[in-house]
């Protein structure tokens, strides 16, 4: 039988494996930001044929496209580094629930990630997945659509 929750230590550790994975990802987007914005930079003194200005307009674009993703993934971030990651025995945010083998962080956006061999998963807490499971306890059924599920972790 799997454990059904987790110590402060082990929770921490996930924290913190959250917080790594978001901030890498937004170093990633300012990258390619510097690149795109960099790759629109057009000499004036230089000779340029119409094209290098075509290109220059389509490389503003990426940047602009990118800069929007790179403010909402610095917005998850920040959503992150401001949950409360105490154990809970209640489904709030900072919580971390499973149900059908999966474990996810409730409150926060984020990709999968691994820790102690565990994958977890953010849940917006704008999510109908997250509306179905708020306040609920360990051992507690909820339904997505039509499925039926039972929080089988809670930490």
């Not at 953010?122 to 339904?143: R, V």
């Amino acid at each position: 039988m799997s454990e059904t929750t987790m110590d402060a230590a082990a929770k921490q550790r996930v924290r913190e494996a959250l917080l790594a994975q978001l901030q890498a990802q937004l170093e990633a987007s300012q990258e390619s930001i510097a690149v795109e914005t960099e790759g629109a930079q057009i000499d004036e003194e230089d000779d340029h044929r119409e094209d290098d200005t075509a290109q220059s307009y389509e490389y503003g674009d990426k940047a602009g496209v990118l800069e929007e993703f790179a403010a909402g993934q610095e917005q998850r971030a920040e959503t992150a580094e401001d949950l409360d990651f105490s154990l809970t025995d209640v489904v709030r945010p900072g919580a971390i629930v499973g149900f059908d083998g999966n474990r996810y962080i409730a409150g926060v956006v984020s990709d999968a990630f691994d820790v102690d061999g565990i994958t977890y998963e953010g849940i917006s807490a704008d999510a109908p997945a997250y509306q179905a499971l708020e306040g609920k306890h360990l051992g507690d059924g909820f339904s997505i659509g039509d499925r039926g599920h039972t929080i089988d972790f809670l930490a």
